[in-house]
């Protein structure tokens, strides 16, 4: 899979690629389903890749489960209890800590037995911030597994100087949440992290991009249903703000962690590993 990576990539080209690094890794290891883990800010078209990917691999025959990480995050009530024994940024769901890590584990590890048991895969609605009380049934075995989330490959993220000026960290008691978040990384986030066979991270320019990027989806999530969490782009803004430190050490580093980088440029065009 030769690539010059100057070339302006679409997503048919990416879906393309990806596609290929499933069957290779599928021919390498015939025990077992690949894990192909999409990364990248909000807003970046993990979920869209997605999707592109499954599309791709299902009219080749190939069956297999796309997974969101946003779907595994902790009920409101379960983030409103570690707020009040870890700090008061632990309800805003986002960084590692605010997923029901182990259910996830739990899952891939499951679906990379090759068991054909069927797994009741969870929901979480942006709209209300709330797990859905509906669930979607998956039974296999599967062929392939594909994870996209924001976070995703972030144990494996070396720590960047730019962290420590972000704003998020210059709130008084931040410090005890940092380093909450901190052993969530050493811990279940290392071994989820373990789990995937090939890492692709889409990064984008810079952070105005992330939070214009989350704004449109804000946009299309309520022409589409007529709810919205945000009203205003400047309240994206400040939600944004709780992810940036991790951003800028996934993106800053990820050359080191990632086995492939996709820069993200207008019109979700991409190019390969610059």
């Not at 048919?12 to 990248?40: K, M, N, Q």
């Not at 924001?150 to 410090?175: K, N, R, T």
């Not at 373990?194 to 890492?199: H, M, N, R, V």
Request: glycine share 6%.
């Amino acid at each position: 899979m030769s690539q010059n990576n100057s070339q302006l990539l679409d997503a048919d080209a990416v879906t393309e690629r990806l596609s290929e690094v499933i069957v290779d890794r599928h021919a390498e290891a015939t025990s077992r389903p690949p894990v192909l883990c999409i990364s990248g800010a909000q807003g970046s078209g993990k979920s869209t890749l997605a999707a592109k990917l499954e599309t791709s691999l299902r009219t080749s025959g190939r069956h297999g489960v796309v997974l969101s990480l946003d779907d595994f995050y902790l009920t409101q009530a379960e983030r409103k209890s570690l707020a009040r024994e870890v700090h008061p940024l632990a309800a805003r769901r986002g960084p590692p800590g605010t997923h029901d890590t182990r259910r996830l584990i739990s899952t891939l590890e499951m679906l990379r037995s090759g068991s054909a048991a069927p797994i009741e895969l969870p929901r979480f609605d942006k709209a209300s911030d709330d797990r859905s009380s509906e669930s979607v049934r998956w039974e296999g075995p599967a062929a392939w597994i594909i994870i996209e989330g924001w976070c995703l490959g972030l144990s494996c993220a070396e720590p960047c100087l730019e962290e420590d000026a972000c704003s998020i960290y210059q709130m008084p008691g931040s410090q005890a949440w940092r380093a909450w978040v901190d052993e969530e990384l050493r811990g279940d986030w290392a071994t989820l992290d373990e789990l995937f066979d090939y890492k692709a991270y889409l990064k984008l320019p810079d952070f105005e991009s992330i939070v214009d990027a989350r704004w449109r989806q804000e946009e299309t999530l309520y022409a589409r249903t007529g709810r919205r969490q945000f009203t205003a782009r400047s309240e994206i803004s400040e939600f944004v703000s709780l992810y940036e430190p991790w951003t800028l050490r996934m993106a800053s580093t990820a050359h080191r962690w990632a086995d492939d980088v996709y820069a993200v440029e207008p019109g979700f065009k991409y190019r390969l590993n610059v």
